[in-house]
DNA sequence: GAGCACTGC
């Protein structure tokens, strides 16, 4: 503890602390800001108006900076220092340091706006800038004016956006503590490489043969296929994707080459649809890969790409993650709170999402009944916050439940949420050779899609007594699974707590609707989906969503969906997301009947996205509504040949197409 | 008939 170079700044951090609501911390890597901040501020009597919360973006980290500070102030993890996380609370009420999740803090303060049970607020890792971090970021600047007398917030972050940070907190002071990192000697390539596995290839090599001992850590943007140089002196070469920027760390490592690429996720809201590409990384970004040579002793770190490029092209910070994803749950999460002075298109991000983003935003929360036609949040979509689930799956739980189908729901919420993909690639040849024996047969979904096969596969686990063995032998993600069970788990609690009426969560449950059609199942995600919705083209098996602007999609070959004998796929599915990789694609879907679609049709023709924003008024007073004003007519236009006539018409001539093919 | 970086409630 006391070799941390921050350790020698604490009666600086203390004394500016005490002058200020909030100061920004830049602290790099090895700095002991994590651990060592908290811990100042408790000896320094910060703790016993209120806890000292640290947030972190990730479980793990939470986890063990936790146990790491409870065992320096030699106390038992969850009695002064405690940690929460999702599934887990290990705090008590002796707890004076928490370490927590972001995404924990934010749920904490839909039942305590005010987070008045803390006295400090710390947001480490600022700099990664997770969506959480953004709104947090918001909303704890709105609560330095609220509790300005009690309430202290340190945020903490890298070097090139501190400033930016200090600005959006007015002109917050900055402190600078140096990180314990030896030193990194940057290698630029003289020129951008046409081939990046390539000059991966042969930089590593080249690493090999003049450099002396020291693992190499290689950061591309995937999976790489071969990459195993059989090393005479046993080197070890980890190739790796940014989850060693962050979330891995692995010793020895003394030499790092950085392609200078990331793959990203991002989402366009004009289209609804996510894509994967491949983008530059930030400064940010590439300082800490560098960082990762320095760890152990002295490294270097080999840049494929010119210095030009770093100082040139690359974005000082990471775009943020609330501007590449849906906001459709963070609307809702903000509408939730009720804060009086906020109109959701001028809430203070620090990096603010586009205007589009956030109208495509309010018109999914209108189609799944969330907010009314004013914007105002309505009593289903206060319920719908309450829930750990993308808006989509919440209102589908609800529907359920007055559909009596509640049970199903939830596992189906709970497999959905499973971060991987947690069914076998049964497809690849690859796979088949590996296998020594047979994999057990998989239900299908019963030609319903993917939805009610994720179902049937659960209840299968279910009767085989959630035996890991079992999906070891189905070829299923067993962790995944795992997790699963847990989800719906804390789902069927939430739901038993907040639901109206008799909640039935069992997850062995039987309906003996489940034996035929999972009609009520299908229709309450036929509501929960309004806003992700595809009719199928008359002569061909494409679909084209309905919305605002109809795309055109395929079905994406893994899905379990198959056509019928006449080699067609069903008139209408609702989709869990729209994903553009070789073509654009949906993914997850589920079969829906066309009386169910009618009233969705309805609610697209009486929608105004101006009233939505529930901030117009406000905006033509303040002579700032430019914006919405376009977006508007666009919407009117896009929409009226919707009307239900001419989709029955489209209906029977679909089926009169699949008469003639036979 | 494709192919999926990484988190989190």
Known sequence: MAHLPIVQFEEQIIRTVEDNSVVVVIGETGSGKSTQLSQMLHRHGYSKRGIIGVTQPRRVAAVSVARRVAQELGVKLGEEVGYAIRFEDRTSDL???????????????????????????????????????????????????????????LITSATLDGEKVSEFFSESPILNVPGKLYPVEVVYSRERPISYTESCLKTALDIH????????????????????????????????????????????????????????????PSTGMYSLDVVQISKVQANQRAGRAGRTRPGKCYRLYPSLMYQDELLDVTVPEIQRTSLAGTVLYLKSLDLPDIDILKFDFLDPPSAESLEDALKQLYLIDAIDENGAITSIG?????????????????????NGCLSQALTVAAMLSAETSLLPNRSSKNNEKKRKQEPVELPTGSGYGDHIQMLQIYEQWDRNGYDIRWCRDTGLQERGMVFVKDVRKQLSQIMQKIAKGSTDVR??????????????????????????????????????????????????????????????????????????????????????EMRWVSPIFKKLENLDVSKLSGGLHRDVRNGEGKSLELTKKENVAARTPDDHESRVLAARERFLARKAQK
Not at 394 to 401: D, I, M, Q, V
Not at 534 to 540: L, N, P, S
Not at 577 to 584: D, H, K, N, V, Y
């Open 95 to 153: 707890t004076r340091i928490k370490y927590l999740t972001d995404g924990v803090l934010l749920r904490e303060s839909l039942s305590d706006p005010e987070l008045s049970h803390y006295s400090v607020i710390i947001l480490d890792e600022a700099h990664e800038r997770s969506l959480n971090t953004d709104i947090l970021l918001g909303l704890v600047k709105r609560l330095t004016k609220l509790r300005a007398s009690n309430l202290k917030v």
């Open 209 to 268: 043969r003049k450099e002396p001992e020291g693992d190499v850590l290689i950061f591309m943007t995937g999976q790489v296929k071969v990459f195993s140089p059989a090393p005479p002196n046993c080197r070890r070469f980890i190739v790796a994707t940014n989850i060693a920027e962050t979330s891995l760390t692995v010793d020895g490592v003394v030499y790092v080459v950085d392609s200078g690429y990331v793959k990203q996720r991002q989402y366009n």
């Open 382 to 402: 206060r319920t719908m916050a309450e829930l750990p689930l993308e808006p989509s799956l919440s209102r589908t739980l609800l529907e359920a439940n007055e």
């Open 507 to 592: 997850a062995n449950r039987r309906y003996r609707e489940s034996e035929h059609d999972y009609r009520n199942l299908r229709k309450a995600l036929c509501v929960g989906y309004a806003n992700r919705l595809a009719e199928r083209m008359i002569q061909h098996n494409g679909y084209r969503t309905i919305g605002f602007k109809p795309q055109l999609i395929q079905v994406h070959p893994s899905s379990v969906l198959k056509a019928d004998d006449d080699g067609m796929f069903p008139n209408y599915v609702v989709y869990h997301e729209l994903i553009a990789t070789s073509r654009p694609y949906m993914r997850n879907l589920c079969t829906v």
